[in-house]
């Protein structure tokens, strides 16, 4: 599965036979994006298509020296499996 960053559209996309499967954000500031809704075509949910989203999202702002804020209920989630991501969240919004 490849990960697309659609900067224009404010989102991570995975493009699937079932549709597409994406996480959306704001960008607050010049440095934080606030990653708050994540969609996956019901068909295509328990597949990890979810992980792959997060872990793309979270890989491009490690590359770009950005925070994340986790606002949607399923980045949140992820992120406390995933505590080795935690440097990357924005200060005050844990």
Known sequence: MQVK???NNQRFVVRLPEGEAELG??????????LHHTFVPDSARGQG??????????DYARQQGKRIIPSCPYVAAWMQKHPEHNDLVAQGSA
Do not use: I, P, T
């Open 5 to 7: 960053h659609e900067e």
């Open 25 to 34: 954000y704001a960008a607050q500031g010049a440095d934080v994006l606030n």
């Open 49 to 58: 298509v979810g992980d792959v989203l997060v872990s793309g999202a979270l």
